[in-house]
């Protein structure tokens, strides 16, 4: 059994994965497993197990999504903790020393996070400010968006007997989903470094392949609405972001005179906003 296991998903990156494998295997914590699911890759992405060898531990299945992917990775691991790395982002070189540290004196902690450091197309840009990081019982602050990316994260591999797994019905903002969930219950520590390298701009981002994405996002907050396991006050947030999504999407709706998705969503709208 391995302290930590690092599961990276993937879809036809190799040129990114290789990086992000790099970062992985030089990290100054050394007692992980690397479980690399290759989510359907028709590109080079198989050679990972020629270059790598006995040092990764590769998987490959037919294209399912990466919730798919990421749950296989978890379902195949062994690791005390658990750590998820985005083909496309890279760690330093001490990230999850830090963690580890972090979580062996944390002993009734479930997960923590770190800072990140965001790339565009090869440049540093500074996160806006609704991208603050917050710590402790965040539920309100991780209604308006996901401000936890997924590389980030480290987590005892019980919370997912306690909330569950990625949510595979959900293409896009499946992280979004897991920390409601999470963080509905828990506390999620912040740790103020920068120990991930967040790279973005490229065109088969998931949030690039997906309009609307606010729409998956009223999918997870109906989903915790009719969980009915929110406190009141819980509750009276997530109807309050839901609604403010909805107004979001219905004013695009009908500036693009798309009128069945207008009702749809209205419809919708006003079945939550008495509950």
Known sequence: MHKVSVIISTYNRFSFLVEAVESVLSQTF????????????VDETRKIQEIY????????????GVSSARNKGIRLSNGEYICFLDS?????????????NFMDKNKDLLICYTDEIWMRNGVKVNPMKRHKKYSGMIYDKCLPLCIISPSSVMMKREIFDKV???????????????????????????????????????PDQLSHLYWG???????????????????PEQRRLTIMELQKKCDILLSGFWKRGKLKEFNQYKQLQISYSSL
């Open 164 to 202: 569950g797994y990625f949510d595979e019905n959900l293409p896009v903002c499946e992280d979004y989903d897991l920390w409601l969930r999470i963080s509905k219950d828990y506390p999620i520590f912040f740790i103020n470094k920068k120990l991930i390298i967040k790279r973005g701009g490229h």
């Open 30 to 41: 050394t007692d992980f497993e690397l479980i690399i699911v290759d989510d359907g890759s």
């Open 88 to 100: 496309d982002d890279m760690w330093e070189k001490d990230k999850l020393e830090t963690q580890v």
């Open 53 to 64: 060898q006995h040092r990764v531990k590769y998987i490959f299945q037919e294209n399912r």
């Open 213 to 231: 994405i606010d729409r998956f996002r009223i999918r997870a907050l109906t989903k915790m609405l009719d969980n009915r396991s929110l406190n």
